[in-house]
């Protein structure tokens, strides 16, 4: 009988060896069997994955991208609709922390809270090799889960890293996802599976995998159409998706048995939208661990509107800087972007959910206020005499260039004649275009300082940094409780 890989075993070898390994379910005389390799291979480079060992760059990634996603979250807490949520759930008291209450939370209801404020600003992280979100979705989870165990921050931060190089291979390995479900609560999620269970079985390798698996067969679909829509159930995506992977890594840490191959059989075929099993395996060096890290194309989004739309944004930012374009002295603006855009854009939006993923509700707010930020979205009637001077098209010449590019094109008549243009492939924040310390610490900053105030979000990222030198995660708990 097949037996996962673990920290104990070469990936190659343990497909072969009659040995059973704890959560799975015996395998023998099934087709399936050799299937095993995938999530074997997955668990036992994930089990490899040390803090200590890591290159300073990824280091500095992973907190990067770890106090992005508090931020957004925190700055998501202060949104009337999460109040409200917070209301009705009524969270109990417990050991996880709430984003946006003093006090501790049960572990469940502090994850569901602070997932549900995932979404709300549509200022979560990316990946540049394919759609979703693992970075702001594996925080929730392993923050809470190491505030209840009291785990080590430098086991957090392996299994973060861990999380995001299996969430990353699964999502590069669909090869896209169908046009009608949305990528929240999607790959990444098999990746957050991963990491709560490297944090709940110290990182053991077959417990890595079986949770993989086990993810798997329980897989999400979520409709992308939502967010266009202005629907804020939306919101309940990423929290539903971020407890589900929670409940897969207790039930493998516990020894409930999933199908081997689940990942390559049932998850890969049925949600994506090109799946090539072997791509899961890829970036995976000989000894088994990472040979390249993903979380590396990792992006940091910096207007609050869908990806999709952050190339025309950018070109409109430079407009403004460097043409002078306002409200004032606009006739018309011609917006053209690429198909994915197109499918998803907002033509009337209704609130401000919808308004981040309209074009011209985005161009419009950025033109009339000389930026686009949360509050330019707030109040969509302002907006509607300039949206009216706003066309968009869908250019197919700028379908090459995604999914890494989120391309734009911005062309605006003046009220004297003249016409000015620009074009942004790829947008600010993206690999390409990498944000800079100082951006990436900006961006935090700001959201940050709309809960906790300017010397409270000082205070959180200070703590989050010394998380990498070993201080203890209670440090950065009673920074976030202020």
Not at 156 to 173: H, K, N, Q, T, W
Request: hydrophobic share 50%.
């Amino acid at each position: 009988m097949p037996i996962l890989a673990s920290k104990h075993c070469s990936p190659t070898v343990c497909v072969m060896k009659s040995k059973m390994t704890p959560g799975r379910s015996d395998p023998s005389a099934s087709p399936l069997a050799l299937a095993l390799v995938h999530a074997s291979r997955l668990g036992h480079a994930a089990a490899l994955t040390k803090w200590v060992e890591l290159d300073p760059a990824v280091r500095a990634m992973a907190l990067d991208l770890f106090t992005d996603a508090l931020a957004v979250i925190a700055a998501g807490t202060e949104h009337a609709q999460m109040r409200a949520l917070a209301h009705q759930v009524k969270a109990v008291d417990g050991p996880a922390t709430f984003i946006g209450e003093r006090r501790g939370a049960a572990l469940r209801d502090a994850i569901f809270l602070n997932g549900a404020a995932i979404t709300v600003l549509q200022r979560q992280d990316g990946y540049s090799h394919a759609k979703g979100h693992p970075a702001s979705q594996l925080t929730p989870v392993l923050l809470a889960l190491a505030e209840r165990d009291r785990s080590p921050a430098q086991a957090m931060l392996s299994a973060f890293v861990a999380g995001y190089e299996v969430a990353a291979r699964v999502g590069i390995a669909l090869g896209g996802v169908p046009s009608w479900l949305h990528d929240l609560g999607n790959w990444a999620n098999i990746g957050v599976a991963a990491a709560a269970a490297h944090l709940l079985g110290q990182g053991d390798g077959a417990t890595i995998a079986a949770a993989i698996d086990s993810a798997a067969s329980l897989g999400l679909s979520f409709d992308r159409y939502t967010t266009a829509g202005g629907a804020t159930a939306h919101h309940l995506y990423a929290a539903s998706a971020v407890v589900q992977a929670l409940a897969a890594a207790e039930g493998a840490a516990a020894g409930l048995t999933s199908l081997p191959g689940s990942l390559e059989r049932f998850y890969g075929p049925k949600l994506g939208a090109d799946f090539t099993a072997a791509k899961l395996g890829e970036g995976i060096g000989e000894n088994g661990s990472w040979a390249r890290f993903e979380i590396m194309n990792g992006y940091f989004k910096l207007h609050p509107s869908c990806a999709h739309m952050h190339g025309v944004s950018d070109a409109v930012a430079l407009l403004i800087a460097e043409a002078g374009i306002a409200e004032s002295n606009v006739e018309a603006i011609d917006v053209a972007t690429f198909a994915e855009a197109m499918a998803i854009d907002t033509a009337t939006p209704h609130n401000d959910l919808a308004a981040r993923f309209s074009l011209r509700a985005t161009v419009a707010a950025a033109v009339r206020y000389g930026k686009l930020d949360d509050a330019g979205l707030d109040d969509l009637a302002a907006l509607r005499p300039l949206m009216n001077r706003i066309s968009v098209r869908h250019d197919p010449a700028l379908d090459a260039y995604a999914p890494a590019g989120r391309p734009g094109v911005v062309q605006v008549r003046l009220r004297d004649g003249t016409t000015v243009e620009r074009a942004v492939i790829y947008p600010r924040g993206t690999p390409q275009a990498p944000a800079t310390a100082k951006v990436r610490h900006a961006k935090a900053h700001d959201l940050l300082s709309r809960h906790y105030g300017t010397a409270g979000a000082e205070r959180v990222m200070a703590a989050v940094r010394a998380l990498g030198d070993g201080a203890p995660v209670a440090e950065l708990s009673a920074a976030l409780r202020q």
